[in-house]
């Protein structure tokens, strides 16, 4: 009886014996690992450490996280895993190349830069002795409750904001460098669920906060159904969820098919719709047209610090996962999503430009105004060479710094309800606060593309490489855009210093060392990268070559 039991046993533990370890190279996925192991203790912070001391706390282990992370970057990138090295690591999930470093590396600076922001507590007048911030005093109370009047007597705050941003940092580190399609799609929900979070948590204009996170949420949760939906029919096409994997099958070089999918492997229908699907998810959290309907309203609801870094960061994100999708897994369907992408581009920039125009609110102007800038990176994309790559690292570098300055520009000017953000209210700021509004104007005439401004060397580069890459008639578009955008950009400097201010107009709060270090960063980022370009260019030129 014992022998037939040790015999039964032994049998069944041989399986079990053949299961093979993962293998996990931890030290080049070490950036992620770092700020999503400071994510997990920014919540245990929340539930230990006493109320008084969180928010320091928070603010030094987020900040030192990231620079952490930055860190580990730079080291890989020296250690030429951007290059040489690059390799497909985590058992073929996450990439560790060029583009994903590169990428990972203006995530990482765009964050710290934007936590200054999270963390600025001076622009607000004292209540009841205590310090406020941009964010609710506690998020689960309702708008106007005496539960929230309490908690703002009691100087309550919510630092949860910090482990928040540090969870969607995490997840934008994984998204550029996913290498199969399940991890792209967990990459994206886990740094949209803190996003939907981070927009409902302002401390003024309650309602609309909330608003804009459940718009941004319901919208999200539709783009995630379709990307999911487009990753079954590309599996039911290949396979396989493998960036590698689905490029063979579509290019013909894979020959053996699973019986399981025997019926539906090679079937073109499955491709090109999933295809679609999947391009559909990325194209909504890159905010292109037709999918940027949330973009205005979240722009505008979400507390401004969450704004600009949602601005900078999802955008460096997503389209690293855009250029990987396409340039890796479909450079076989070209002919198909070129023609379909020279649509978005162009209607993007159009739209996203004339569109500004109409715009009275400072944080909506700015959010067309992204829209247009994804056409203009969508023209890099579209140019299918190692120069689009290049260009679009480049632009997306300039872009998200001289996005988180201008918002925290924008944190800067108030009235007795807290931003002053319709633009009736900018009249005249030159004579109130010269400086601010030339700091305001050096950002607009970079979003503008002026020469000798980060935004014109960006411009240049995608504008070439589209044309070097046979479309230039999107370069004519993007050009004609760019005048239509210069004009509403230059209208605000106008207001600004050519307008006479009003009796009642609004103040410009002096921010703290943390605000006047993110809009002097900024300034210097766009200054250097409009007036010496080169080095830069070179760098997202080395980094522009995806492992396959």
């Not at 996925?29 to 008084?52: D, H, Y």
């Not at 988180?404 to 004579?431: C, N, P, Q, Y």
Request: glycine share 8%; aromatic share 10%.
């Amino acid at each position: 009886m014992s022998t037939t039991a040790v015999g039964l046993w032994s049998l069944a533990a041989d399986p079990i014996d053949k299961i093979p370890a993962p293998h996990i190279e931890y030290t080049q996925l070490s950036p992620t690992l770092i700020v999503l192991g400071a994510a997990l203790i920014g919540v245990l912070v929340e539930a230990f450490v006493p109320r008084k001391a969180r928010y320091y706390a928070q603010v030094f282990l987020t900040v030192a996280a990231l620079a952490s992370a930055f860190a580990a970057v730079v080291a890989l990138a020296a250690g030429g895993y951007g290059t040489a090295k690059a390799h497909v690591a985590a058992m073929g999930a996450i990439a560790v190349d060029g583009p994903a470093l590169f990428l990972q590396g203006t995530i990482l600076l765009a964050s710290v830069v934007a936590v200054f922001t999270f963390a600025e507590r001076r622009l607000d007048p004292e209540v009841h002795g205590n310090r406020v911030d941009s964010f609710a005093a506690q998020a689960a109370s309702v708008p106007g409750s005496d539960s929230e009047k309490a908690a703002v007597k009691a100087g309550f705050a919510t630092t949860e904001v910090f482990p928040l941003m540090l969870f969607a940092v995490s997840g934008m580190l994984i998204f550029p460098a996913a290498d199969d399609l399940l991890t792209l799609f967990v990459a994206l929900e886990v740094f949209s669920l803190p996003l939907y979070l981070l927009c409902a948590l302002a401390r003024r204009q309650r309602l609309m906060s909330q608003e804009a996170a459940v718009k941004y949420f319901l919208l999200g949760a539709f783009s995630s159904a379709f990307l999911l939906f487009g990753i079954a029919l590309v599996y039911g096409y290949a396979g396989s969820v493998s960036y590698a994997v689905i490029a063979d099958v579509v290019d013909g070089t894979v020959q053996t098919i699973d019986p399981a999918l025997a019926g539906t492997m090679g079937n073109d229908a499955l491709l090109l719709i999933g295809g679609a699907l999947i391009l559909m998810g990325l194209l909504f959290k890159v905010g292109a047209v037709p999918f940027h309907m949330w973009t205005p309203d979240v722009y505008q609801g979400a507390p401004t610090p969450v704004t600009g870094f949602m601005a900078a960061a999802t955008k460096v994100a997503a389209f690293g996962a855009l250029l990987r999708l396409l340039y890796v897994v479909l450079p076989g369907l070209r002919w198909d999503w070129r023609p379909v992408m020279w649509g978005v581009a162009i209607v993007t920039m159009l739209a996203g430009a004339v569109i500004a125009i109409t715009q009275t609110d400072v944080k909506r102007l700015l959010a067309y105004s992204s829209i247009a800038h994804a056409g203009f990176i969508l023209a890099g994309v579209i140019a299918t060479s190692k120069e689009g790559v290049s260009s679009v690292l480049f632009y997306l570098a300039a872009y998200s710094f001289v996005t988180i300055g201008a918002f925290a520009v924008v944190t800067l000017v108030r009235d007795a309800g807290g931003e002053a953000t319709h633009l009736s209210k900018w009249a005249g700021l030159g004579r109130r606060s010269p400086l601010t509004a030339a700091v305001f104007a050096v950002f607009l005439l970079a979003f503008a593309g002026i020469p000798l401004t980060s935004g014109f060397a960006g411009k240049f580069a995608v504008f070439k490489a589209a044309a070097e890459g046979g479309a230039g008639a999107l370069v004519v578009v993007g050009v004609i855009s760019s005048a239509i955008a210069a004009f509403f950009y230059i209208r605000v400097i106008v207001l600004m210093f050519f307008s006479e201010p009003k009796a009642d107009g609004p103040t410009v709060a002096v921010p703290s060392f943390l605000t006047m270090t993110t809009i002097a960063v900024g300034v210097a980022v766009t200054v250097v990268l409009g007036v010496a370009p080169q080095y830069f260019l070179e760098l997202a030129g080395h980094a522009s070559t995806f492992v396959r």
